[in-house]
């Protein structure tokens, strides 16, 4: 019977992405997480882990931070140049400052080792229960339908034409659109974007801004979605 509630929980057929360079630790996991109904890839290394990213398109990775030649905070940071996907960090390390180094970087959580199993099915559940969510979200539509934001599969469509953005480009947008109609500071942004207070990379939203009015403008000189209210930040209008 626990084996039966345990599987109505949990969403079926998740695809979790395993990266672990100790192999004992990873197929262990491996095993665990198999037979609560989950489906497993491994990679033994950061290069792999990204490889595996791109085919695999999984719905979690749990990453270990120790690894040799690309430890788990440099694959966190490449991940994050392509993917949103939700990634749980498992490491030995537990001083705070690693976990906070671990969240600003883009992990959705953070288990010390040694954790136990159970413990990281339930963050594993919660986590994919997070993202699903925010996935049933409503489709956000400006201008008459010519710019549409669609959650469930992160798609941006401009004038018909879909458009290519980066994972924090995305987020940005996302962000200024489920808040259209109020005026954001760039620290704001920051603030919301990479969850921490970085005084110093505030121009850093002004070039993402720059590059998104790229992608989605006509004219990025004279906006229509993504507008600036000078000394204050960026929003959008009101659908």
């Known amino acids: 019977m626990p084996a039966m509630n345990e599987k109505m929980q949990q969403y079926p057929a998740a695809k979790l992405l395993l990266v672990d360079d100790d192999v004992d630790t990873i197929q262990m996991l491996s095993h665990?997480?198999?037979?609560?109904?989950?489906?497993?890839q491994i990679a033994?290394?950061?290069?792999?882990?990204?490889?595996?990213?791109?085919?695999?398109?999984p719905d979690l990775i749990i990453l270990d931070v120790v690894m040799p030649e690309m430890n788990g905070w440099e694959t966190l940071q490449r991940i994050r140049e392509f993917s949103d996907v939700p990634v749980i960090m498992l490491t030995g390390m537990e001083k705070e400052v690693d976990k906070v180094r671990g969240l600003d970087l883009g992990a959705d959580d953070y288990l010390t080792k040694p954790c136990g199993v159970e413990e990281?099915?339930?963050?594993?559940?919660?986590?994919?229960?997070?993202?699903?969510?925010?996935?049933?979200?409503?489709v956000l539509a400006f201008a008459?339908?010519?710019?549409?934001?669609?959650?469930?599969?992160?798609?941006?469509?401009?004038?018909?034409?879909?458009?290519?953005?980066?994972?924090?480009?995305?987020?940005?947008?996302?962000?200024?659109a489920r808040n259209a109609g109020q005026i954001l500071s760039p620290r704001q942004i920051l603030r919301h974007i990479w969850g921490g207070d970085y005084d110093d990379s505030v121009k850093n939203v002004k070039v993402y801004i720059w590059s998104l009015?790229?992608?989605?403008?006509?004219?990025?000189?004279?906006?229509?979605?993504?507008?600036?209210?000078?000394?204050?930040?960026?929003?959008?209008?009101?659908?």
Do not use: C, W
């Not at 033994?44 to 398109?57: C, M």
């Open 144 to 176: 008459d339908g010519q710019l549409v934001i669609n959650p469930a599969n992160r798609q941006v469509v401009v004038r018909g034409q879909e458009v290519a953005l980066s994972p924090t480009e995305y987020k940005i947008l996302l962000f200024l």
């Open 32 to 40: 665990l997480l198999h037979r609560a109904g989950y489906e497993i």
């Open 120 to 138: 990281l099915k339930a963050r594993i559940r919660a986590t994919l229960r997070r993202t699903r969510d925010v996935a049933k979200q409503q």
């Open 44 to 57: 033994y290394s950061g290069q792999e882990a990204l490889r595996r990213a791109f085919s695999f398109q």
């Open 213 to 239: 009015r790229r992608k989605i403008e006509e004219n990025p000189k004279e906006p229509r979605y993504i507008l600036t209210r000078r000394g204050a930040g960026y929003y959008m209008p009101r659908p």
